[in-house]
Nanobody
């Protein structure tokens, strides 16, 4: 059974930083592609960033230059460093693993990030 457990969310003032973690356990390759999504109230879930097993990254335009995705394959953990946070970054952040075509096989339970103005 595969589990993805996010942590690191919380309340921060605009301009602040947070680092999210997503630890994977179970029968999941440590080099599988991982992603971070977010969903704000009343909005659709949107892709924030992805990282391949080799470390190639992609970002949504709205977070480029502010967020950084990274991974530790030994710990089977992916991180999302979020800097210069804005109120519009407020959302539940989810990690995903094992991308198959346009969909993901595994999802975490989500962690709330709230940015106050």
């Amino acid at each position: 059974q595969v589990q993805l457990v996010e942590s690191g969310g919380g309340l921060v003032q605009a301009g602040g930083s947070l680092r999210l973690s997503c630890a994977a356990s179970g029968s999941i390759s440590s080099i599988s592609t991982r992603g971070w999504y977010r969903q704000a109230p009343g909005q659709q879930r949107e892709l924030v960033a992805t990282i391949t097993g080799g470390g190639t990254t992609t970002y949504a335009d709205s977070v480029k230059g502010r967020f950084a995705i990274s991974r530790d394959n030994v710990k089977n953990t992916v991180y999302l460093q979020m800097n210069s946070l804005k109120p519009e970054d407020t959302a539940v952040y989810y990690c995903a693993a094992v991308r198959i075509g346009g969909s993901w096989r595994y999802w975490g339970q989500g962690t709330q990030v709230t940015v106050s103005s």
